[in-house]
């Protein structure tokens, strides 16, 4: 499996940017669709964006689509958040996740068996 550590979050102000990073261990990494999951306080955890292995499709949750960015790099083994225009509501623990299955696309349905400690983004109004 892919070992996966984020880093990036913070706390700031509603309108601020934010960008998280995913740091993946793995000569398979590259082989691998990539998402970000959060989980807000007393809420379940919810598919934020997704990327496919190759980097050529992208998915985004209705929520943050216009807002957020994912890219990866394959050569660097990272995956990135990059948040723009942060609400309150975007307060969460982030989770980076891999994909089970080897060149996928990255949606939201996909089953995800690799996951980070997570990295907490805190928006105040």
């Known amino acids: 499996q892919v070992q996966l550590v984020e880093s990036g979050g913070g706390s700031v102000q509603a309108g601020d940017s934010l960008r998280l990073s995913c740091a993946a261990s793995g000569r398979a990494f590259s082989t691998y669709a990539m998402a970000w999951f959060r989980r807000a306080p007393g809420k379940e955890r919810e598919f934020v964006a997704g990327?496919?292995?190759?980097?050529?499709?992208?998915y985004y949750s209705d929520s943050v689509k216009g807002r957020y960015t994912i890219s990866r790099d394959n050569a660097k083994i990272m995956v990135w958040l990059q948040m723009n225009s942060l609400k309150p509501e975007d307060t969460a623990v982030y989770y980076c996740?891999?994909?089970?299955?080897?060149?996928?696309?990255?949606?939201?349905?996909?089953?995800?068996?690799?996951w980070g400690q997570g990295t907490q983004v805190t928006v105040s109004s």
């Open positions: 990327i496919a292995w190759s980097g050529s499709v992208k």
């Open positions: 996740a891999a994909d089970k299955r080897l060149y996928g696309s990255g949606y939201e349905g996909a089953t995800y068996g690799s």
